[in-house]
Antibody
């Protein structure tokens, strides 16, 4: 069974940084692209970033480009999202999802909440 | 950026009814469209991929159709667990984009 478990969400001040992690199990992690998708409170889904299976290609939404960095450790089956220069509009639940790019988001974690507020 | 417009925003229906949800793309996306269901307080779940293929474990009452710019998700007979929010999503072009969602609520 595919399992994705996010962690690292917290309350952070504007301009601050946070690192999210997603621990994957139940599948061959190194064979799959992985993504982050977020959902602001009461709003719809917004794609944030995708990293390919090897980590050799990354893509970002314009809203986070230059501030967020996605990475993966295939030896530890873990996906990360380094979030810098956080803004109030980054407040959302962040989901880790398997897929992205040429692949559908076929499995999702339960999300981790990031709140940016002073 | 490809904009996906979902309509209507809300549907008020009764269990057993048939319903059709619409998703329109701002430019042609072939059949690179997926549908997701999100129940309250839960993560989204993949329902349909490549416009018309049901994902693993999805009941046959869910079906998808369309190509190019116009797509539909049909639920043939609503079950109580189908009252949720439904999103479409395209993977034809970067950035990946989602529609704004259609909420199917109990009448």
């Amino acid at each position: 069974e595919v399992q994705l478990l996010e962690s690292g969400g917290d309350l952070v001040q504007p301009g601050g940084s946070l690192r999210l992690s997603c621990a994957a199990s139940g599948f061959t992690f190194s064979n799959h692209a992985m993504s982050w998708v977020r959902q602001a409170p009461g709003k719809g889904l917004e794609w944030v970033s995708t990293i390919n299976y090897s980590g050799g290609r990354t893509d970002y939404a314009d809203s986070v480009k230059g501030r967020f960095t996605v990475s993966r450790d295939n030896s530890k089956n873990t996906l990360h999202l380094q979030m810098n220069a956080l803004r109030a509009e980054d407040t959302a639940k962040y989901y880790c999802a398997r897929g992205g790019g040429n692949w559908n988001f076929d499995s999702w974690g339960q999300g981790t909440l990031v709140t940016v507020s002073s | 950026e490809i904009v996906l417009t979902q309509s209507p925003a809300t549907l008020s229906l009764s269990p057993g009814e048939r319903t059709t949800l619409s998703c329109r793309a701002s430019q042609s996306i072939s059949t690179y469209l997926a549908w997701y269901q999100q129940m309250p307080g839960q993560a989204p779940r993949l329902l349909i991929y490549d416009a018309s293929n049901r994902a693993t474990g999805i009941p046959a009452r869910f079906s998808g159709s369309g190509s190019g710019t116009d797509f539909t998700l049909t639920i043939s007979s609503l079950e109580p667990e189908d009252f949720a929010v439904y999103y479409c999503q395209q993977r034809s072009n970067w950035p990946l984009t989602f529609g704004g969602g259609t909420k199917v609520e109990i009448k």
